[in-house]
């Protein structure tokens, strides 16, 4: 009995380690992909997604292999989730791994930065001053925090914000004040805490597909010498929530199947579709 559990344990830890074989060699083959375009062309958000569609069917026998469920309609579904998930967990995982991509959107939100920076007027000032003067809420000492931030006023910024969340009457509320606390996240980036950073973007991050959120938390994160290790609270997706789901899983996949092989489908229109994240 006891080498039969020693048995059964090892097998769960080999499907395990193969999972995360095959994950790990998924963001090897991506970050290939991104490398050599980027010796061609600066890099954008297209040249990403093309390099997923390129690289997602080549790892449709492993996705597919690791999902047990003999019903086929559900195992498509189960399958076409898991396939969305790593895509979305590329997203930010490839920031950890991949230098070519990291540096990529680093300079973007640097060049955001700079260009907000560059069109901010010092003369808009007076007329904030005067909107907390006359209203002081959240709202007013919102503006007016993201205006110094532009300006490159970072502590007056961080003043600014902390009292929008101070004054605001839903700042227990992670929603509500977003705009906010995703604003105190780059001042304290500014300020090179990137870990009061990170922790802020954990308590912000609002659902299972929240890629800005993700990708911002994997940045601060590796400048604050993260590893991918960091990310566990990122991206855990639940495949069946429960029985009402499920049932509108099983009516929808009968439906498609009927009509097509959908297991077996993988052509670039359903790769469309699972990269619009």
């Known amino acids: 009995m006891n080498s039969y559990i020693a048995f059964v344990i090892f097998c769960f830890g080999l499907l395990s380690v193969n999972a995360q074989t095959y ?16 010796l061609k062309r600066t890099l954008t958000e297209n040249t990403f997604k093309a390099c997923l569609r390129e690289t997602l069917p080549k790892y449709a026998v492993q996705i597919d292999a690791e999902i047990v469920e003999p019903d086929v309609s559900k195992k ?16 930010y995982e490839l920031i950890y791994s991949c230098d070519v991509y990291f540096k990529h959107l680093d300079y973007q939100r640097t060049s955001q930065k700079l260009i907000a920076r560059e069109n901010a007027k010092e ?7 005067q909107m907390v003067a006359l209203t002081p809420n959240a709202m007013a000492y919102f503006m007016r925090a993201q205006l110094q931030f532009n300006l490159g006023n970072i502590k007056a910024s961080e ?20 705009h906010e606390l995703l604003l105190l996240a780059s001042i304290y980036e500014e300020q090179e805490d990137f870990s009061a950073a990170v922790a802020l973007y954990d308590k912000i991050y609002i659902s299972d597909y929240d890629v ?7 940045l601060s994160d590796k400048k604050a010498g993260g590893t991918i290790a960091n ?4 991206g855990q997706v639940e495949v069946i929530k429960d029985n009402t789901s499920l049932k509108t899983i ?27 994240l």
């Open 212 to 218: 800005e959120v993700a990708r911002l938390r994997a």
């Open 76 to 91: 498509y579904y189960k399958g076409q989730l898991a396939r969305k998930a790593l895509l979305f967990a590329m997203q």
């Open 159 to 178: 003043a600014d914000v902390l009292k929008s969340l101070e004054v605001n009457p839903n700042k227990e509320n992670e929603k509500a004040t977003r």
């Open 123 to 129: 003369s808009d000032l007076e007329k904030y001053n």
């Open 23 to 38: 994950k790990a060699a998924f963001r090897a083959d991506v970050c290939s992909c991104l490398e050599e375009e980027s």
């Open 250 to 276: 099983e009516k929808t996949s009968r439906r498609k199947s009927r009509t097509h092989k959908l297991e077996k489908k993988k052509d670039s229109s359903s790769l469309r579709k699972l990269l619009k």
């Open 231 to 234: 990310i566990s609270k990122i």
